[in-house]
């Protein structure tokens, strides 16, 4: 799932800044930025986006006049407030906000709003079903690998190309990591990293080397994965019993 997302604020370092952070989240595909509510506004009937990030005071219309604004549309967009001001917090959430972020951003609050809208966008669950049969095909040279999902240990992105680490070799592919991250859904796979899917039975250790780094340690192999400080948690999660 993927939400297409639109950042409004006038204010160019707090936006690049906010960009920054939305983008360790390979959930989010920032479409769009405006620096103010009026351009804003043309952006999002032009583009439709899943989601906006918005200030509230700007100079012309402020945010809370764009927020209720949208509420008019007949498929309005979600909407994250992101401002230094606490006050509108009241007339935020009575505007339906998925949340309310406070200048200056750090990552942990960025990503526990980003749950927060994915939880918002997530449709209910289907039953549960057994894992897909088949393999995975991944193009090479002059030939087509057929590989177990199970002997997967990680996939990754460097550049333009995806590489497929597998108990026996390395394969390159032109696939991108989001496409192969669907073709595996019903796998045990989960993103550790924007640039990083881990087959989750493969793990063997999570090693901290600080508040903010992690790493993984995989069977069968000597490498050592990163793992993103926003995904620690629902690795933890979907690791122990």
């Known amino acids: 799932m993927e939400l297409r997302t639109i950042v409004i604020d006038d204010e160019p370092l707090s936006r690049q800044e906010l960009v920054h952070l939305l983008n360790e989240h390979s959930e989010l595909n920032i479409i769009g930025e405006a620096s103010s509510a009026e351009k804003g506004l043309g952006l999002i009937l032009q583009l439709e986006p899943d989601a906006v990030f918005l200030d509230i005071e700007m100079t012309g219309m402020t945010g809370i006049e764009l927020a209720e604004t949208l509420q008019k549309l007949k498929n309005p967009p979600f909407v994250i407030f992101a401002t230094a001001y606490p006050d509108y917090a009241v007339k935020a959430f009575r505007l339906d906000a998925v949340d309310y972020l406070l200048k200056p951003f750090d990552d942990i609050q960025v990503a526990q709003t980003v749950k927060r809208l994915l939880q918002k966008k997530q449709p209910a669950a ?21 590989l177990e999902p199970e002997k997967i240990v990680y996939i990754y992105r460097e550049g ?16 991108t990591l989001k496409e192969l991250e669907q073709k595996l859904t019903g796998y045990a796979f ?24 992690y790493q993984l340690k995989l069977k069968n192999s000597d490498d050592h994965v990163p793992v993103s400080r926003n995904y620690v948690k629902e690795l933890r999660e979907r690791l122990e019993l």
């Not at 057994?130 to 087509?144: F, H, M, T, Y």
């Not at 995806?162 to 592919?173: A, G, N, Q, Y």
């Open 190 to 213: 989960f993103r550790v990293h924007k640039g990083y899917l881990v087959n989750i039975s493969k793990v063997e250790e999570l090693v901290s080397w600080s508040t903010s780094v």
């Open 160 to 175: 333009r190309d995806t590489f497929i680490v597998t108990e026996k070799e390395k394969l390159s592919s032109k696939t």
């Open 126 to 146: 289907p039953p549960a079903s057994k894992a897909p049969s088949g393999k995975l095909a991944v193009q090479g040279e002059d030939r087509i690998y057929y």
